[in-house]
């Protein structure tokens, strides 16, 4: 398998498939440039080594084309990070995008317009009618197969070799994530997102150093139940925090008030604590938690067990001597993996619990833990406190990392490997 580092790029022209789905707001203005400068140093490699960008993304989920998901919008803030001046083709499919690759000249650089304005990129018809038929369906679906192999034919038509840099889209077997390697059979390689996050993950599920507790937060259990199970075979403690530790307490007979449950999932909550014990994984619940008499920013609160919430009260962060015990279980660790809050962070009233964990990863990353954040909201923690560069690496993977940590095969890593 090719390497970005020994690959040979003097007078080649690669198409890098980045993630460049980041938020905007009315303005048009970046809210958070976090996945921009975290492919600045791949693309920074290729025009080092003598050769030409054609970079291409998605830009949220259009219908088709529309100036709201322009990718235009976003070229002062790559021109600005990489030094170098971006073309821009205003179509992916047109003929000005294959005219502006095929004059590439080393060290210039061309951005596409997003590929989600074509139905080919993600390969799903569209438009079709509610009441079509299921042979209709099967027919729409076969000649979008064949429009996508010539939108990721057209593509590839652009450049000499392709780097796939998108983890953030590796779990789709999209036109450009995974299709288009095949057109590139020995000049396809990862970029060092891609690459940073599987080295990452893998240091966490296959060679880790023990003890490992892995903090999994968030709202649903059903959500996080393959990532859970999964973990128990690397885990030595396991903390359960946010929304999702009510259906475990209400699952053993506890009360909690008006807290977030998933009534229909506690008989599987139960099979989990059933799994853990059997597999010698010490869970850790929330113990205290901030209780809330409305879900508002503005309720009253005070501190409750977490089986013992009154009527009308609800848990929405955990209580300072819950996070004291955590604290002492995280610094115990060598390796920790973070996905999900503890709290109800998008309030300030309840985001202790989760700054908390933020500020403890930062401190127990200087003494040589091993921290892994992924997830939204965890992710959101660390960079909004300026812990980003303070943990050992900030997954930008988001579903793509939650499918890698089940053990799924994700395409647009097969794809590469293949």
């Not at 789905?21 to 003598?50: H, M």
């Not at 989920?61 to 709201?68: A, D, E, L, S, V």
Request: net charge neutral; hydrophobic share 40%.
């Amino acid at each position: 398998m090719q390497s970005i580092d020994n690959y040979n790029f003097t007078g080649k022209r690669a198409i890098v498939r980045v993630d460049f789905n980041v938020p905007l707001n009315e303005s048009f203005q970046i809210t958070d440039d976090t996945r921009i400068r975290a492919a600045i140093p791949t693309l920074k490699k290729v025009l080092e080594k003598g050769g030409s960008l054609i970079v291409m993304s998605h830009l949220g989920r259009p219908k088709g084309p529309t100036g709201k998901y322009s990718l235009k919008h976003i070229i002062p803030a790559i021109e600005e990070k990489l030094g170098v001046k971006v073309k821009f083709a205003p179509d992916c499919m047109g003929e000005e995008a294959a005219q502006l690759s095929a004059t590439l000249k080393p060290g210039e650089v061309l951005l596409l317009e997003n590929l989600r304005f074509y139905a080919e990129e993600e390969g799903k018809p569209r438009g079709l009618a509610e009441d079509v038929s299921d042979e209709e369906k099967k027919v729409a679906k076969a000649a979008m197969k064949e429009l996508q192999k010539e939108f990721t034919k057209k593509l590839a038509s652009y450049a000499d070799c392709y780097i796939n840099d998108a983890f953030g889209t590796a779990h789709r077997a999209h036109a450009s994530t995974a299709l288009i390697a095949k057109y590139f059979p020995n000049d396809k390689m990862f970029g060092y997102v891609m690459e940073g996050e599987i080295v990452a993950i893998d240091k966490v599920l296959k060679s880790p150093v023990h003890p490992v507790t892995a903090i999994i937060g968030g709202a649903k259990v059903s959500s996080k139940i393959s990532i859970i199970e999964k973990l128990f075979d690397v885990c030595d403690n396991m903390i359960i925090g946010g929304g999702m530790v009510f259906t475990f307490i209400k699952a053993q007979g506890g009360k909690i008030g008006n807290s977030l449950c998933e009534d229909d999932q506690m008989e599987l909550a139960l099979s989990i604590l059933a799994k853990a014990a059997a597999k010698g994984v010490k869970l850790y619940y929330s113990g205290e938690v901030v209780c809330a008499d409305a879900f508002s920013n503005d309720a009253n609160t005070k501190i409750c067990q977490d089986n013992a919430i009154p009527d009308g009260w609800l848990g929405m962060d955990a209580a300072p001597s819950t996070l004291k015990e955590w604290e002492g279980v995280l610094r115990a660790s060598k390796t920790v993996l973070w996905n999900g809050p503890v709290g109800v962070f998008e309030m300030e009233k309840f985001a202790n619990g989760t700054k908390t964990i933020a500020t403890l990863l930062a401190d127990i990353t200087s003494t040589g833990v091993f921290t892994l954040v992924g997830g939204g909201d965890s992710v959101a923690a660390v960079t909004q406190m300026g812990f980003a560069n303070k943990v050992s690496y900030v997954s930008t993977g988001g579903g793509a990392m939650l499918e890698y940590l089940e053990g799924i095969e994700l395409p647009g890593i097969a794809a590469i490997r293949a």
